[in-house]
């Protein structure tokens, strides 16, 4: 259960995040971006990070010993959405990694030949049947994700979606859901727990901090806490984003918690004090 929520100011020096801002060349700072650093839109295509965002990212970066931004968002589309080169990216909730400085996107080599088995299996369906059930279909590569945000029947078009879902699962592949939207993927690899131990890992990083708004961000809190648990962190800080679309395991699993990005936003000015 989270100790209570953080507003900036004394949140960063006295509270819960005292560890990072203490060692700062020793600790990590980690942030979904969409409901996290830019608040949830229509579309993905309407997402904004706020200016206010990208400069202090850019500030922490070079305090910090790790700064990076772990998304659901293809890596590349994340670093231009978010507008900030010098920090890392890890995009598809793991399958991408893009690096400070690099060009090309790391993909997860466990993803060897199956990188199209999702769009398959929508193209089996027919985009017609999509259409029908108001099932926006965003295009992120090996992840296929069905949106129905803004659909005139929301329930409906949930209820397609789980239908949907079972036929994915037995064909192979795994399932991700998020704030309207089912997100399909091929079996094996990636995942935001791999993602977080990826970017943790050879930094000499012994303190970090993920902030999270949705159920994918879960599995970063409880890989952080693992972490923290096998001795190769001192600290580990889980930051709940909550909303009032935001799933309840937020709130129970994280340490401490914020109301929406502008909540965020607050303690990354209280870290780059």
Not at 85 to 103: D, S
Not at 208 to 229: C, I, K, M, P, V
Request: proline letters at 6%; one cysteine or more.
């Amino acid at each position: 259960m989270p100790p209570g929520s953080g507003r900036g100011g004394d949140a960063a020096a006295a509270g819960p995040l005292a560890p990072l801002h203490d060692d700062p060349e020793r600790a990590a700072i980690l942030t979904d971006v969409d409901g996290t650093l830019a608040p949830i839109v229509p579309r993905p295509e309407q997402a904004a990070v706020p200016a206010r965002a990208s400069e202090l990212l850019t500030a922490l970066s070079k305090r910090y010993g790790m700064v990076g931004c772990v998304s659901g968002r293809r890596a590349a589309e994340a670093r231009r959405l978010v507008g900030v080169e010098g920090i890392a990216y890890a995009g598809n909730h793991g399958l991408e990694l893009l690096l400070p400085g690099e060009r090309e996107v790391r993909i997860d080599p466990a993803l060897a030949g199956r990188e199209r088995k999702a769009a398959d299996f929508l193209a089996g369906l027919g985009e017609e049947v999509l259409a029908e059930a108001e099932l926006r279909r965003e295009d992120k590569g090996p992840i296929q994700a069905l949106h129905w945000r803004g659909a005139g029947d929301d329930r409906a078009a949930q209820a397609r979606a789980h239908e949907i879902a079972a036929e994915a699962g037995r064909a192979g592949l795994e399932l991700r859901w998020g704030r309207k939207v089912l997100e399909l993927r091929p079996p094996g690899g990636g995942g935001k727990d791999t993602a977080v131990a990826a970017l943790l890992a050879g930094d000499g990083v012994r303190a970090a901090a993920y902030a999270g708004d949705d159920r994918t961000d879960l599995d970063a809190f409880r890989r952080l806490h693992e972490l923290e648990a096998d001795g190769e962190l001192d600290a580990a800080i889980c930051v709940g984003i909550v909303s009032d679309e935001g799933p309840a395991e937020i709130a129970e699993e994280a340490d401490l918690t914020v109301d929406g990005p502008a909540g965020w936003l607050a303690l990354l000015e209280a870290l780059a004090e």
